[in-house]
């Protein structure tokens, strides 16, 4: 259960609108409470002037000054803690109070399931993907053991193949290689495990084949157009014929002997 205390000047202004809102309190006791409000400190939220202090202020008695209190608790409009001969009781605004939230049921686990067994690594595969990033990114990561690129990669690489996470870095590189994005072209931000399972979802995406486009209907064979074809020169027509007429007429005129 969650308790919100009156601790600053607004929050305290709207305590006393709830105590005088209270139609179980009565005007004594609602003015008893108003007399308490202004010895709350703004800080810590907590008053401590004794009943004598509080029936002098409220001009009441000693005895409705305990009664008012103890039906504030009652109301949960008040929390008080007891104090001693040395000591005065502390008391604070209750602004409010959330109830008590139900535990959620909790559905029956499902069967256990087998978890897969972690792939074993050697350092030439640590040192290969090393070499890749840092040919990738211009930079000289190290792969000695002990190291947090060791560390980092052997984590990494007991889920995944070494060419997984290569082709991790070419994604990267390729979006990030000219960009101001380059600096993050290390182990510590790829193969961490919670950004190195969304590259792995972004890089299955990407490389998702699309499917082909259909391939485009043959269109069927059109007539020429007879408007579109050249226009026939009639120069040329007589001109032809011409030729033609004198050939023939030569070959009519010429003798025997001279064809």
């Given at each position: 259960?969650s308790?919100?205390?009156a601790?600053?000047?607004?929050?305290?202004?709207?305590?006393?609108r709830?105590?005088?809102?209270e139609?179980?309190?009565?005007?004594t006791?609602?003015?008893?409470?108003?007399?308490?409000?202004?010895?709350?400190?703004?800080?810590?939220?907590?008053?401590?002037?004794?009943?004598?202090?509080?029936?002098?202020?409220?001009?009441?008695?000693?005895?409705?000054?305990k009664?008012?209190i103890?039906?504030?608790?009652?109301l949960?409009?008040?929390q008080?803690?007891?104090?001693?001969?040395?000591?005065?009781?502390?008391?604070?605004?209750?602004?409010?109070?959330?109830?008590?939230?139900p535990?959620?049921?909790?559905?029956?686990?499902?069967?256990?399931?087998?978890?897969?067994?972690?792939?074993?690594?050697d350092?030439?595969?640590?040192?290969?993907?090393?070499?890749?990033?840092?040919?990738a990114?211009?930079?000289?990561?190290?792969?000695a053991?002990?190291?947090?690129?060791?560390?980092?990669?052997?984590?990494?690489?007991?889920?995944?193949?070494?060419?997984?996470?290569?082709?991790?870095?070419?994604?990267?590189t390729?979006?990030?290689?000219?960009?101001?994005?380059?600096?993050?072209?290390?182990?510590?931000?790829?193969f961490?495990?919670s950004?190195l399972e969304?590259y792995?979802?972004?890089?299955?995406q990407?490389?998702?084949?699309?499917?082909?486009?259909?391939?485009?209907?043959?269109?069927?064979?059109?007539?020429?157009?007879?408007?579109?074809r050249?226009?026939?020169?009639?120069?040329?027509?007589?001109?032809?014929?011409?030729?033609?007429?004198?050939?023939?007429?030569?070959?009519?005129?010429?003798?025997?002997?001279?064809?």
């Amino acid at each position: 259960m969650s308790i919100q205390f009156a601790t600053s000047p607004v929050e305290i202004l709207a305590w006393q609108r709830r105590v005088l809102s209270e139609p179980r309190l009565s005007h004594t006791a609602s003015r008893i409470a108003t007399s308490l409000s202004l010895h709350i400190n703004s800080h810590s939220g907590v008053a401590w002037p004794s009943l004598r202090t509080l029936a002098r202020v409220s001009n009441t008695s000693y005895s409705s000054v305990k009664r008012a209190i103890r039906r504030m608790v009652e109301l949960q409009l008040l929390q008080v803690e007891r104090g001693d001969a040395r000591r005065a009781n502390r008391y604070r605004a209750i602004l409010r109070r959330d109830p008590p939230r139900p535990a959620p049921q909790r559905a029956p686990d499902p069967a256990p399931r087998q978890q897969a067994e972690p792939r074993p690594v050697d350092d030439a595969a640590i040192a290969r993907v090393v070499a890749h990033l840092n040919r990738a990114a211009n930079a000289c990561f190290p792969d000695a053991p002990g190291t947090a690129t060791y560390r980092i990669l052997r984590r990494a690489l007991r889920r995944h193949a070494p060419e997984t996470l290569c082709a991790v870095v070419d994604l990267k590189t390729a979006q990030w290689g000219r960009t101001e994005q380059a600096r993050y072209l290390r182990p510590s931000t790829l193969f961490t495990p919670s950004r190195l399972e969304g590259y792995l979802s972004e890089l299955h995406q990407r490389g998702r084949p699309a499917s082909p486009p259909p391939p485009p209907s043959p269109e069927p064979p059109r007539d020429p157009d007879p408007t579109t074809r050249p226009p026939t020169a009639p120069g040329k027509v007589r001109r032809h014929l011409d030729a033609m007429r004198h050939i023939l007429g030569r070959a009519v005129d010429s003798p025997p002997g001279h064809a």
